[in-house]
């Protein structure tokens, strides 16, 4: 029988906060301010006694023990422990308006927090904002758990639902041990019903946006019954993402390239050139209007409605994209025990800007691209259908996609691209789509760089879909500046048969996997480029079309 692993998800809720008293608002302004002001407190004495709180083989977390003996004192203890009637920093005596249980969870949160400080510290290696020295005046929420709140049913003419939160503003100072108690009401919906009846509420955060509207966040565990992969064939699902193709998946199995896939919204294109069309005459209309000296209020005020529109509409079609995504991978996971790997364009803001020699266009279409965003929801979507995401036992990684369009999946050595979107090898032969050869390469490099899909002999196991092939050669031309090596003269270049995928200045691959035990510079980056394609016998294309599925996409030609 499968067992059960639980995923957490977050259900983020509206308040109510039209319909609530003055004295409840207030209540909730100090609770949440004195919980903002104690987490700062807590990470000053972190960064303080930093190095005597660190614990771990790499010194990556906070002890929790050793804070408490810091901050707060001990009377009543159980037999065999020494009571504490000093500390360094009382947090009793400074925030007397707090419950213990309550310190407790501002302290779990500031480590949480400080902990997630160490981990960007180390992956990034240079300096970072340190928590304790942010200046924003915005409110930190603490994670209140199960045992502080309820969400309770009232059918009144305010609102339905409301949360049932301890008040220990005035039983604390009195030494009451009953504490108050602060009904919030919400503005619930099917959907948000729909999430928290998938499992058990654990905690919440309440906080408020930069629009200052304040929400609740809910927390809810969820139990996932693992589904059984044992005796499936392995395969690994590539994912390239692009602009006017929104996706394109290559499914590769040991043997060869199973079918890929397109996932195509022109009506998402053309609905976002619209969008951009229309802002650009009212905005030259506004500018001549105001040279002329005619008034321009009507102008500005259309150009303010169509601040967040053109975002909305790139954010709606993004949720569509992701769920064609997720029910195909669901579909396949019924036959393979599938791992995903999605292209990561790490640095790629940074080629579109002024002097690259690509115009206007180009550099607006790469920054309104938001491939972040894309990534980050399917990996939310598949946690919560149970998949491992994170750590060594994750199926599903974001791989650089450096050289993946340029390279040849069947020989490995650079081809070129006539148009964008068609690929030539003038070595192989080989002619394809440009988004289908870039995400054969992907899936490639994920076999490369994952261990667990690897045998005895290296990767003997994928010795059909994976050859050793010589490196690219990435001259660029000599006698003109334009797409000129950014590789330092005084320093060593790449040479005859060796990539420039080692030289991190150039190819900027780096960090390779989201996994905690690969760090900047890895060994396998420097090998990805001359490991990595896929080879063997390619299906025809009638033989993929009778393999292809027709539900999420379009199949290959």
Known sequence: ???????????????????????????????????????????????????????????????????????????????????????????????????????????????????????????????????????????????????????????????????????????????????????????????????????????????????????????????????????????????????????????????????TRYFVQNEKVARIEELDQLVANLQHEYHSRKNDGHPTDKIAKRLRSLRSKRENVAREYDRVLVRQLVDYISDLSEQYHLYVAIGRLKHIRAIARRGNYRGRRFRGMVHSWAFARITEELKYQLAQLGWPVAGKQSRFRAIPEGWTSIICWKCGHRGRRPKQNYFVCPTCGNRCNADRNGAINIAGRYITLTSSLHDVRGLGKWASAVARSSRPKTRGKTGSSRRRSLLSTKGTTSGPGESAAVHPAQSSLLDVGDDIEMGDHDPAVGSTAETLTVVGSDAPAQTQEEETRSVGGIPSP
């Open 1 to 259: 029988m499968a067992r059960n692993e639980g995923v957490t998800i977050s259900v983020k809720i509206p308040i109510k906060w039209e319909v609530m008293t003055e004295r409840t608002r207030q209540r909730l302004r100090q609770t949440v301010g004195r919980d903002a002001r104690v987490i700062r407190a807590f990470l000053g004495v972190i960064e303080e006694h930093e190095d005597e709180l660190l614990v771990g083989r790499r010194k990556n977390r906070i002890d929790d023990g050793k804070l408490d003996q810091l901050t707060m004192t001990a009377i009543r203890v159980k037999a065999g422990y020494s009571q504490r009637l000093t500390v360094p920093h009382d947090f009793k005596v400074r925030f007397p308006r707090i419950s213990r249980n309550e310190l407790t969870e501002c302290r779990q949160t500031a480590v949480q927090m400080y902990e997630g400080y160490l981990e960007l510290r180390r992956k990034k290696r240079r300096r970072v904002s340190r928590p304790c020295k942010i200046t924003s005046s915005r409110r930190i929420p603490r994670w209140v758990f199960s045992q502080r709140f309820s969400l309770v049913e009232h059918n009144t003419a305010v609102a339905r639902w409301w949360i049932d939160l301890r008040d220990s503003f005035d039983s604390v100072p009195e030494k009451r041990r009953v504490h108050d108690r602060l009904l919030i009401p919400l503005r619930m919906s099917p959907f948000h019903l729909n999430q928290i009846d998938r499992g058990e509420v654990k905690a919440l955060q309440i906080f408020t946006d930069r629009h200052h509207k304040w929400w609740v966040t809910l927390a809810v565990r969820v139990d996932v019954p693992e589904s059984e992969t044992e005796g499936l064939p392995l395969a690994v699902l590539g994912i390239d993402l692009g602009v006017r193709k929104a996706a394109c998946t290559a499914l590769v199995t040991p043997e060869k390239v199973r079918e």
